[in-house]
């Protein structure tokens, strides 16, 4: 299973960092019906980045989390690595973007929270502060923009994260560090922060 999951998660990286390398450079990547190149907007890579981040979290969740812990295997917990257990899918989110981040094509994202059980998943900037609350009130909408760190540009897109089953709310409902106690699924949790350089 370990070996699995190992080419799984290199078979996302390299998915996550074609459609990086490719798309937010502008690189054509096909042309039109008169021969002209297609390219790809810093909004549209961040689109593909969502849906591959979300498929993977979702498909994890209901394939691996649900499926073990129904049939009486095992369960996912917080402290996975101590009790034997399956990481929770918000950790399996967090663990894979730093696997991103370490590849050092400059392509982030991470989870984060207006209400973070942890204080470190909270917004980092202003911007993800007001993003945050954007997708709170409008969910359907990613908040977008470019900013500047250090010398270079960034393109940053938080989309809402919003609760997918149970294990998502028992979670944010029962912690102790949890500031909010009332979440139900289907509601807005927090969002995905995701960040490229862009030239």
């Known amino acids: 299973m370990k070996r699995t999951w190992l080419f799984h998660g290199s078979m996302y990286v390299l998915v996550l960092a074609a459609l990086f390398v490719f798309g937010y450079r502008g690189v054509s990547l096909a042309e039109d019906s008169q021969g ?3 390219t790809l907007t810093p909004e549209l890579v961040a ?13 994890y969740e209901t394939h691996v989390v649900d499926r ?3 049939r009486g295997i095992v369960i996912a917990a917080e402290g996975w690595e101590k009790r034997n257990a399956l990481p929770l899918p918000a950790q399996m989110l967090m663990m894979s973007g730093l696997r991103v981040e370490a590849t050092g ?4 994202y991470r989870l984060a929270s207006l209400w973070p059980i942890y204080e470190r998943n909270g917004p980092g900037t202003e911007f993800e502060k007001e993003g945050l609350q954007a997708v709170q009130e409008n969910p359907d909408k990613p908040y977008t923009g470019v900013i500047t760190r250090g010398d270079k ?3 940053k897109a938080i989309y809402a994260d919003r609760a997918v089953s149970a ?21 807005v949790l927090g969002g ?4 490229f350089p862009v030239e």
């Open 153 to 155: 540009k960034f393109f």
């Open 192 to 195: 995905v922060i995701i960040s």
């Open 47 to 59: 689109d593909y980045i969502h849906a591959v981040i979300e498929a993977d979290r979702t498909l």
């Open 36 to 38: 002209a190149a297609v």
């Open 68 to 70: 073990m812990r129904d």
């Open 105 to 108: 094509v400059g392509l982030r």
């Open 167 to 187: 294990t998502c709310v028992n979670c944010h409902n029962t912690h102790i560090l949890s500031a909010k106690r009332d979440r139900k699924v289907g509601d």
